[in-house]
């Protein structure tokens, strides 16, 4: 959900909220709900980006001790993929948007898997393995376990407030969580490669086809 304004399970969630309360602050100003929540929701993808671009200047620095690869590269690429989609999703469904209990609890369970796997798909560095790809197979069960909670979580709420989606959202909600839940059942570095690249292509066709 929270991922958009579309009726897709991983775009907006949110999208049945309506009215903007607003909030008032301290030296007399106000700011809509919408606001206060695009904040705070902004904070925690922001936190997944920093993590991921942290994990990726660290993989530079230390490329001649440990090998890159390909998969977690392309894994770190959907996180910031799945972080602008979801900032784009939010930004469309800003009318119908509010601050309200359920909206921010949605938006917490979408945003925590995402940083849980920004953290988790690098190595402590006093770890010591061969290569990135290495790593990514020995822990590929629970990173992509995580990354099909914040769509499964946006299905869940948006089918529980509006009844069962579209089939176009059905479609990009499948994809969205069954590729991962299928990659949790083989460690096959060509397959996980070739699921990634799918989600990255899903996360553009959500940005530029909303």
């Not at 979580?153 to 909600?173: E, F, K």
């Not at 799918?198 to 553009?204: A, D, E, F, K, V």
């Amino acid at each position: 959900m929270l991922s958009g304004p579309e009726p897709s399970p991983e775009s907006d969630p949110l999208r049945t909220a309506r009215g903007h309360e607003n909030l008032r602050l301290k030296k007399g100003g106000t700011v809509s709900g919408f606001e206060y929540l695009f904040t705070f929701y902004g904070l925690l993808l922001g936190l997944a980006v920093a993590n991921v671009a942290t994990g990726f200047a660290d993989m530079w620095r230390g490329r001649d001790d440990i090998s890159p690869g390909w998969t977690t590269p392309l894994l770190g690429l959907f996180i910031l993929l799945a972080a602008a989609q979801q900032w784009v999703s939010y930004w469309m469904a800003r009318e119908g948007l509010t601050m309200e209990p359920s909206t921010l609890l949605i938006s917490m369970a979408v945003a925590f898997p995402y940083i849980f796997v920004s953290t988790g798909m690098f190595p402590r560095q006093s770890d010591k393995w061969r290569s990135l790809d290495d790593y990514y197979s020995a822990h590929s069960r629970v990173l992509m376990g995580a990354l099909a909670l914040p769509a499964l979580a946006s299905l869940v709420y948006n089918v529980v407030l509006q009844g069962a989606p579209d089939i176009r959202d059905a479609v990009t909600a499948t994809i969205r969580i069954g590729i991962p839940a299928g990659l949790m059942l083989t460690r096959r570095p060509l397959l996980h490669r070739a699921g990634l690249c799918l989600l990255c292509g899903l996360m553009l066709y959500k940005i530029f086809g909303t």
